[in-house]
């Protein structure tokens, strides 16, 4: 496995309370904690910053001059992708689910400011993108480029590594900490902190990404701790999915709005607002409890917020008029 990373964030990124938001969710003032991962810098932030930087310094170790990566049109990773690879002095071509829409907003906006290629694979499930991504390399290299892919959410246990990192830096931070509570997606975030914190000490909320996301967690920690990993040992609630990774769910609207009135904090609607909803259900089912100290790991991705249209109009109604 590669050592050489390259560096392409400050850390550690901070920690702030959050008394208002834990006493309105039904824990004491001081027991809730913003793991400001949001804060990573490169690209405009968020969690995969951490990941990209053990899988860019791989690929850089290993020659390459072009990043190749997969999402969803709106993927956060995909974005960070295309920044980090700015960052390195690389190309990026990034391989899309769908086809071009009308709606170039948030993080698509943000690809072509990087100066990213898109290839948009059709209406394909994660092995139609997986295909169509070894066919772009494929033709890159045809081209006498030397392309590195990324994988999927820059997920591995090469890239769950910067989440090790993380799990080191809140135990310094919060020495008491019962429970990080973290959207998961392709994985890798999850798995880094179980790997640093210890299965009992993580909170997965799933966003429904995956058929099967506690495996992958083990699949990517295991090499990663000395610890025994079993993925029905792991505490992960898939309660918060909904009608789907893109559906603005109920309980998302009401985390959203929640977030923002009472410490200003702003989550997106697919990944930190499905963590805010599960951490309300899990306080609501007692896994989470007054007294104990819970950090709230906050990944990014607000240029999503952006980019989903349902979510923009929600936020909008929330302005109401001045009546002076
Ligand atoms: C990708 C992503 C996650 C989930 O991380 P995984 O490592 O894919 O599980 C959480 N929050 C945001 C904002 C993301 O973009």
Do not use: M
């Given at each position: 496995m590669s050592d050489s990373i390259v560096e392409l964030a400050t850390f550690p990124t901070p920690?702030?309370?959050?008394?208002?938001?834990?006493?309105?969710?039904?824990?004491?003032?001081?027991?809730?904690?913003?793991?400001?991962?949001d804060l990573?810098?490169?690209?405009?932030?968020?969690?995969?910053?951490?990941?990209?930087?053990?899988?860019?310094?791989?690929?850089?170790?290993?020659?390459?001059?072009?990043?190749?990566?997969?999402?969803?049109?709106?993927?956060?990773?995909?974005?960070?992708?295309?920044?980090?690879?700015?960052?390195?002095?690389?190309?990026?071509v990034l391989v899309l689910r769908g086809s071009p829409g009308a709606s170039r907003s948030g993080n698509l906006a943000l690809d072509g400011l990087f100066g990213a290629r898109l290839a948009w694979a059709g209406d394909v499930d994660q092995t139609g993108l997986d295909a169509a991504a070894a066919e772009v390399c494929e033709r890159l290299r045809e081209g006498g480029a030397r392309p590195a892919l990324i994988p999927f959410g820059g997920s591995s246990t090469l890239g769950a590594?910067?989440?090790?990192?993380?799990?080191e830096?809140?135990?310094?931070?919060?020495?008491?900490?019962?429970?990080a509570v973290v959207a998961l997606g392709s994985g890798g975030?999850?798995?880094?902190?179980?790997?640093?914190?210890?299965?009992?000490?993580?909170?997965?909320?799933?966003?429904?990404?995956?058929?099967?996301?506690?495996?992958?967690?083990?699949?990517?920690?295991?090499?990663?701790?000395?610890?025994?990993?079993?993925?029905?040992?792991?505490?992960?609630?898939?309660?918060?999915?909904?009608?789907g990774y893109a559906a603005l769910t109920e309980p998302v609207r009401g985390a959203l709005?929640?977030?923002?009135?009472?410490?200003?904090?702003?989550l997106d609607p697919t990944y930190t607002g499905r963590a805010m909803a599960g951490l309300i259900a899990a306080v609501r089912d007692g896994?989470?409890?007054?007294?104990?100290?819970?950090?709230?790991?906050?990944?990014?991705?607000?240029?999503?917020?952006?980019?989903?249209?349902?979510?923009?109009?929600y936020a909008e109604e929330g302005a109401t008029a001045y009546e002076g």
């Open positions: 920690v702030e309370p959050a008394p208002r938001l834990a006493a309105a969710i039904g824990l004491g003032p001081d027991d809730l904690w913003i793991k400001r991962d990573t810098g490169l690209g405009g932030g968020g969690n995969k910053i951490r990941k990209l930087e053990w899988t860019v310094g791989a690929a850089l170790a290993e020659g390459a001059d072009t990043l190749v990566t997969t999402g969803a049109p709106q993927s956060n990773h995909a974005r960070l992708t295309a920044a980090a690879a700015a960052r390195a002095g690389l190309e990026a590594r910067g989440y090790v990192r993380c799990g830096e809140l135990r310094a931070q919060v020495p008491d900490l019962r429970t975030t999850a798995a880094g902190l179980v790997a640093s914190l210890g299965s009992a000490a993580v909170l997965g909320v799933d966003v429904g990404a995956l058929a099967d996301p506690a495996d992958a967690v083990v699949r990517f920690a295991a090499p990663l701790t000395s610890a025994a990993l079993a993925p029905d040992r792991l505490r992960v609630r898939r309660d918060q999915v909904g009608a709005r929640l977030a923002a009135r009472t410490e200003g904090l702003v896994d989470v409890r007054p007294g104990e100290r819970t950090v709230f790991v906050h990944t990014g991705g607000l240029p999503g917020l952006f980019g989903h249209t349902e979510a923009v109009a």
